[in-house]
């Protein structure tokens, strides 16, 4: 472990002394590549540090106990010696999850789509509610969410949602919600009482920066279109919402959040760029699709991911098998611990996939 962390340590000291040299600086794209690559490996040095404290005191506490002239400083090394045998296993382990290779796309802010599935007005609402969900869970991490353009559902909720949110590894947290959430409950408009199952799909776009992505301005129709929801008196008078169309691709995306019309094109630009991005990245994950196959974060939208029945007070994610009986909470936005457990899977599938490297 120690060779590893080396050739760690190596690599920091040489980044270290790249991020201030002046052509770097200058060149916004690897400069951003850098610092991130920068961030990650002090989390790596701060974790060598103390490994190479508890050896250390492993170390001395062995030859206190070897030498065994001093009662009372073998009882104190005993003690060390303890803490020593118990922290150096939990913190291997920490550290080879920390040295497995790193997704660049994870520390990036996320677009995130939410859009009713089968269901009618029920998936429209359990849309809603899952964003409703989503804004509480990052408002608990300090994120922002900054909302880019929605079309309401007839009795409540959304047909379709799309939100930026923007904060510290955000798409590699929220990744693992994209896929087709079902809901198993009774409907505001039952009548009968029975218990109906709705679904809505949540889709992920890592957010793609100005030079991820070189767009063509000839190649984009901008459209002018009046708001349509709340916003004051300008809604349905001006035509400040936006909608560009990618002819290459036939992609669209719009804003109409903003009162600015510039500020819903530069919006919607934004989520133009984070498409077609996310349409390069899958190509590259198709490469290699066996081992897309294995990852929790399999990217497939149509599949059917997580259960939330009312009736039980049940939520269930399909992927891992993991089942909580805390509903409540969850649809309230206390979600981290099924994300801890997806994280857990997916880092245990990439630790043996590399444990030849490690």
């Known amino acids: ?54 050896t250390s005191n492993l170390a001395e506490a062995e030859e206190i106990i070897s030498d065994g002239s001093d009662p009372e400083m073998v009882e104190m090394a005993k003690m060390q010696y303890d803490e020593a045998k118990v922290g150096l296993p939990a913190l291997d382990e920490e550290i080879k999850v920390l040295l497995i290779p790193k997704d660049p796309q994870d520390s990036k802010n996320a677009v995130v789509e939410l859009r009713a599935g089968t269901g009618g007005d029920e998936a429209s609402i359990f849309a809603g509610d899952l964003f409703r969900m989503y804004t509480k869970y990052c408002e608990s991490r300090g994120w922002s969410v900054s909302t880019v353009d929605y079309s309401e559902g007839t009795n409540g909720g959304f047909k379709e949602i799309q939100f930026e949110v923007n904060g510290d590894d955000v798409y590699g947290t929220l990744k693992f919600e994209a896929g087709v959430h079902r ?120 599949a059917k991911i997580r259960t939330y029945n009312y009736s039980q007070g049940r939520v269930t994610d399909h992927r891992i ?24 899977a997916e880092n245990t599938q990439k630790l043996k996939s590399n444990s030849d490297q490690i």
Do not use: W
């Open 321 to 344: 098998g993991l089942t909580l009986y805390d509903l409540s909470n969850i649809v309230n936005g206390d979600i981290q611990r099924i994300l801890d457990e997806l994280m857990l």
């Open 1 to 54: 472990m120690l060779d590893k962390l080396q050739i760690v340590k190596q690599r920091f000291d040489e980044v270290s002394d790249l991020i201030i040299q002046p052509g770097i600086i200058s060149d916004q794209k690897r400069y951003v590549e850098l610092t991130r690559e920068y961030k990650d490996l002090r989390l790596l040095m701060d974790k060598r540090e103390q490994y190479l404290e508890l």
């Open 183 to 302: 809901v198993q409950r009774v409907p505001q408009t039952e009548t009968q009482g029975r218990v109906h199952t709705s679904a809505a799909t949540v889709m992920v776009f890592p957010e793609a920066e100005e030079f991820d992505v070189e767009i063509n301005p000839k190649e984009v129709r901008v459209d002018f279109f009046c708001s349509s929801g709340p916003g004051g008196q300008s809604v349905n008078t001006t035509y400040s919402a936006v909608r560009l169309t990618h002819i290459p691709t036939g992609l669209v995306a719009q804003c109409q959040d903003q009162k600015s019309q510039h500020k819903n094109k530069e919006k919607a630009f934004k989520v133009l760029r984070s498409r077609l991005y996310d349409m390069e990245l899958a190509k590259k994950q198709e490469e290699d699709s066996a081992l897309r196959g294995t990852m929790v974060t399999s990217g497939d939208r149509s």
